[in-house]
């Protein structure tokens, strides 16, 4: 059984929230061991604040590279069929033939820093035409200003937003943007249990599914 993917409980744990919602849009419920979600948060919210505050600066880079390594250790254990890559730079944009995007059309689920005023993490679960199939663990019941990024509720175990490609490329810290080449990083990770029809199949249910929005 599959679980909603959840929104984060403060300002600060998008970074542990959406790995957990990767690893809860990959996996059922009853395969995924509680050492893995005790790891996610012992390791993540390890940045200091401006006065201080431990936690309160989110989740370094550092930090979520670690925790891509670990689940792909996990996973060479056998506990869970998981399998990780951590990318960085100019390999990090989305658009045709990216590494991002491939493992969208593969039945991955890829994690990546961008910005919504500062820095974010969000999680991506699907392509559609020229947009991209976001959970952003940010709770929004409203529109935004720009009127092509659409947000929806209707699908909790998938992705609350749409957002268009051409707004992630820019090297900038406007919305979604991921921001300049060099300080960027995604997390690749995928269900080695996956075969590919199953991944067909969910590539046209995440594609039937945009069209009730």
Not at 5 to 28: K, V
Not at 138 to 159: G, K, Q, S
Request: hydrophobic fraction near 35%; include cysteine; aromatic fraction near 12%.
């Amino acid at each position: 059984m599959k679980n909603p993917l959840n929104y984060q409980l403060s300002e600060y744990d998008c970074g542990p929230t959406t790995i957990l919602n990767a690893i809860s849009f990959l996996f059922e419920r009853e395969d995924i061991p509680p050492e893995l979600i005790r790891t996610v948060m012992l390791y993540s919210l390890d940045c200091y604040g401006p006065e201080g505050k431990f936690g309160e600066c989110g989740t370094s880079c550092t930090a979520m590279m670690f925790l891509c390594n670990w689940l792909c250790g996990f996973g060479k254990t056998g506990r869970l069929p998981i399998s990780c890559k951590y990318v960085t730079g100019e390999d990090v944009y989305i658009g045709e033939g990216g590494v991002v995007t491939s493992a969208l059309q593969n039945g991955g689920a890829v994690i990546v820093r961008l910005y919504y005023d500062v820095a974010h993490y969000v999680l991506l679960t699907g392509i559609k035409d020229d947009s991209v199939l976001m959970f952003d663990p940010y709770y929004r019941a409203e529109p935004f200003d720009e009127n092509d990024i659409i947000v929806t509720l209707e699908h909790p175990f998938t992705y609350n937003r749409i957002v268009p490609f051409h707004y992630s490329n820019h090297e900038t810290t406007n919305l979604y943007s991921l921001g300049l080449k060099k300080e960027r990083e995604a997390m690749i990770l995928y269900n080695n249990k996956t075969p590919t029809d199953v991944k067909l199949e969910q590539a046209l249910i995440n594609s039937a599914n945009t069209s009730h929005v």
